[in-house]
């Protein structure tokens, strides 16, 4: 897929599932500044793909198959694969039902092609009108997905974490360990975890999202509990390879007195409650400052590391510095 002297190859991934009676329109939305278009039927029951064979006629597209499903994570992974193997610069990853409007393409990949950032996606909480228009149980099950995912990545600054309007520049994505990734709706998420523990740059893109009054294929009320564990060892893996396994520094040492610090003092405090309460007697108040000055040293210490968490977040764009390697990377 050589565009030698027209700048930046750029692909767009559309996984399909039921999405027969949009697709069409999206695909037609999509502009010429896209090279090269990857559907991927994931064992789509109504054959998204050989719907898209039988009456797309642009030369653009090209139609990746399923035997078995296997989520809208593994369907945009095996595009992005296509994608890096027919050389594209920049991949856009776009849903079939219609809710984006593939116009923005261009406003999508900005921010990679000027060198600003490695990974962008859309942002449908930018604009406080376009909240209207959006179902509140998603903005309420959005806004908790949101702040998991800002603890769990440590990109304390995005929003909307579900959304799946995103693009990445090829280098980053080579580093990336496609297979690890979560395949199904986690996806978006993971991918947001596993760009934080090489340092990729993030930036938003606002947008406005369709509602056509189709149901959502993602049950926010079940993603939240499913999504809570996942993002907690998200948490814990970022947290030690950022803090301990590729660097320490004077966060690392906060984390790990402020948990000890405030665990003993719970500790403390808890055993002689309990204590007081079987004998009926009031502790000393030397007893409560025991218990009470390591839960405040530790709290302390906690907000501490907190905020050089929320500090450290990446600023220079992963894909200059790949972009000085001579070596190829191999497709993950």
Known sequence: MSDAGRGPVVAVVVPCYRTRERILDVLGGIGREVSRIYVVDDCCPERTGEWVEQQCQDERVRVLRHERRRGVGGATISGYRRALEDGASVIVKLDGDGQMDPALIRRVVGPIVSGEADYTKGNRFF????????????????????????????????????????????????????????????FESDLLFRL???????????????????????????????????????????????????????????????????????????????????????????????????????????????????????????HRRLADDPLPRPVA
């Open 127 to 186: 604009r406080l009108d376009d909240l209207r228009e959006m179902p509140a149980v998603r903005l309420i099950g959005n806004s908790i997905l949101s702040f998991l995912t800002k603890v769990s990545t440590g990109y304390w600054g995005i929003f909307d974490p579900t959304n799946g309007y995103t693009a990445i520049h090829h280098l980053v994505l080579r580093e990336l360990p496609l297979a690890k990734i979560s395949a199904g709706y986690f």
């Open 196 to 318: 934080g523990t090489i340092r990729a740059v993030v930036a938003e893109v606002p947008m406005t999202a369709r509602y056509g009054g189709e149901p959502s294929s993602l049950n926010v009320s079940r993603a939240v509990g499913e999504f809570l564990g996942k993002h907690g060892v998200n948490l814990c893996k970022r947290v030690f390879y950022t803090y301990y396994l590729r660097g320490f520094n004077i966060a690392s040492i906060e984390l790990l007195l402020g948990l000890a610090a405030t665990a003993f003092g719970s500790s403390i405090g808890a055993y002689h409650w309990l204590r007081s309460s079987r004998l009926a007697m009031d502790a000393s108040s030397g007893t409560v400052m025991l218990a009470a000055l390591p839960v405040i040293v530790g709290v302390q210490l906690l907000l501490a590391f907190l905020s050089y968490d929320m500090q450290n977040v990446p600023r220079t764009p992963l």
